[in-house]
């Protein structure tokens, strides 16, 4: 079945440092990726996004490529706040019968330190 | 209101009780989901609705009892639980034709005495 395997953590970098949690999956189509991300005391948002292979996404300076030659998600930041402190989920989506089912990964804690 | 609401944010019941968790979504969206998250565990997609009609029942024990009355409600009816069942209880909807954003509630935080 389709799966999603992460980087384990915890991961605790200093403020200014590059980041990368790297994300694999085994799906049997092809699924869209995402990663989301987790405050504390909240639900999940949705970080970036990418459709179909080769295709970038992007948002507050993270960036995750859609690999599929390597079935891979890697994101990557280059240079982490505080805020930035969170946990991290990748996730590959398939759409069954009108609804988008999304199968996650373990997630990753991220601490960054000023 | 915006987004998705989930009520109530924490629940506390013995083994014997009955419980529903609620989730309300007024982003117009026509599907809705119910996922666990437990410590050191992935999420587990529980249910899928599109269009109120259950697509998804990823063999949640049937002490677990979704219900989706209309687009925008979503309940799951609890009723003899395990302390094993304490975790946070997460709600998303989307708009379920194209691949898109789920859209989470802050969750239920369930313990189960």
């Known amino acids: 079945g389709d799966s999603v395997t992460q980087m384990e953590g915890p991961v605790t970098l200093s403020e200014e440092a590059f980041l990368t949690i790297n994300c694999t999956y085994t799906a049997t189509g092809y699924p869209s990726l995402f990663w989301y991300v987790q405050y504390p005391g909240e639900g999940l948002q949705l970080l970036l996004k990418a459709t179909k292979a080769d295709d970038k996404g992007s948002n507050k300076g993270f960036e995750a490529t859609y690999r599929k030659e390597t079935t891979s998600f890697h994101l990557e930041k280059g240079s982490v706040q505080v805020s930035d402190s969170a946990v991290y989920f990748c996730a590959l989506g398939v759409i069954i019968q009108g609804a988008q089912k999304l199968v996650f990964g373990q997630g990753t804690r991220l601490t960054i330190n000023p | 209101e915006t987004g998705v609401t989930q009520t109530p944010r924490h629940l506390v019941m013995g083994m014997t009780n009955k419980k529903s968790l609620k989730c309300e979504q007024h982003?117009?969206?026509?599907?809705m989901y119910w996922y666990k998250q437990s410590a050191k565990k992935p999420l587990e997609l529980m249910f899928v609705?599109?269009?109120?009609?259950?697509?998804e029942n990823n063999s949640v024990p049937s002490r677990f009892s979704p219900e989706c009355p209309n687009s925008s409600h979503l309940f799951l009816h609890l009723h003899t639980l395990q302390p094993e069942d304490s975790a946070l209880y997460l709600c998303?909807?989307?708009?379920?034709?194209?691949?898109?954003?789920?859209?989470f509630g802050e969750g239920s935080r369930l313990t189960v005495l």
């Open positions: 609705y599109s269009l109120e009609e259950r697509v």
């Open positions: 998303a909807s989307s708009w379920g034709f194209a691949t898109g954003e789920l859209f």
């Open positions: 982003l117009g969206h026509n599907a």
